[in-house]
Nanobody, 119 residues
């Protein structure tokens, strides 16, 4: 199983970016999916999370600016980011809890994509 992210880059403050993540491989079911980020010198933190049923959870710092969505048929999760701030600069990681069969669930991570917001 592999998670592949795309969509990072350099954007000016108050700009927008959309991150996408696609899961591939021998997948029985994907449960929670999410995005985390890690800025230089800081710990990795949760940005947004979405259940298979579509319930969402956001970090306070991104509420009202970021929107997480998923397509269960395509095994993808997106993060739409608007009104970006320099403090949003970080490496963003896709995360998913994936069942390979009815019994076992594993925690998978993407390779990360850099988002840089200039002031």
């Amino acid at each position: 199983v592999q998670l592949v992210e795309s969509g990072g880059g350099l954007v000016r403050a108050r700009g927008s970016l959309k991150l996408s993540c696609a899961a591939s491989g021998s997948i029985f079911r994907i449960n929670d999916m999410g995005w985390y980020r890690q800025a230089p010198g800081k710990q990795r933190e949760l940005v947004a999370q979405i259940t298979s049923g579509g319930s969402t959870n956001y970090a306070d710092s991104v509420k009202g600016r970021f929107t997480i969505s998923r397509d269960n048929g395509k095994n993808t999760v997106d993060l739409q980011m608007i009104s970006l701030k320099p403090e949003d600069t970080a490496v963003y990681y896709c995360n998913a809890f994936i069942q390979l069969n009815r019994k076992y669930e594993f925690d998978y991570w993407g390779q990360g994509t850099q988002v840089t917001v200039s002031s």
